[in-house]
């Protein structure tokens, strides 16, 4: 059974830095496109970031645009979200996901990933 499995959420104050992985188990995921999503508490689930399978195309939400940085290693089959310059309206539930595909464009809509990971907390306190 495939998974995505997040790590490095956390508390951190205001200004700080996160950088939050995901490791999928189960498959190699060289060949798909990875995302991050966030969800705070009483709002629907947003795009946070997209890589293509091949680092080829990165597109941010306006909201993380020059503070976020979304990357991959495809040998160690782990993609990375770097979040600096946090703030309290960052804090949420952050999710992996992925989409199987090897084209240049990218996807930032929920029902458009295939694969889900359980989510991190990332809470910034003011």
């Known amino acids: 059974q495939v998974q995505l499995v997040e790590s490095g959420g956390g508390l951190v104050q205001a200004g700080g830095s996160l950088r939050l992985s995901c490791a999928p188990s189960?498959?190699?995921?060289?060949?798909?496109?990875m995302g991050w999503f966030r969800q705070a508490p009483g709002k629907e689930r947003e795009f946070v970031a997209v890589?293509?399978?091949?680092?080829?195309?990165?597109h941010y939400a306006d909201s993380v645009k020059g503070r976020f940085t979304i990357s991959r290693d495809n040998l160690k089959n782990t993609v990375y979200l770097q979040m600096n310059s946090l703030s309290p309206e960052d804090t949420a539930v952050y999710y992996c996901?992925?989409?199987?595909?090897?084209?240049?464009?990218?996807?930032?809509?929920?029902?458009?990933?295939?694969?889900w990971g359980q989510g991190t907390q990332v809470t910034v306190s003011s």
């Open positions: 996901a992925a989409y199987s595909s090897v084209s240049y464009f990218y996807k930032v809509h929920t029902d458009e990933y295939d694969y």
């Open positions: 189960g498959r190699t995921f060289s060949r798909y496109a």
């Open positions: 890589i293509t399978w091949n680092s080829g195309s990165i």
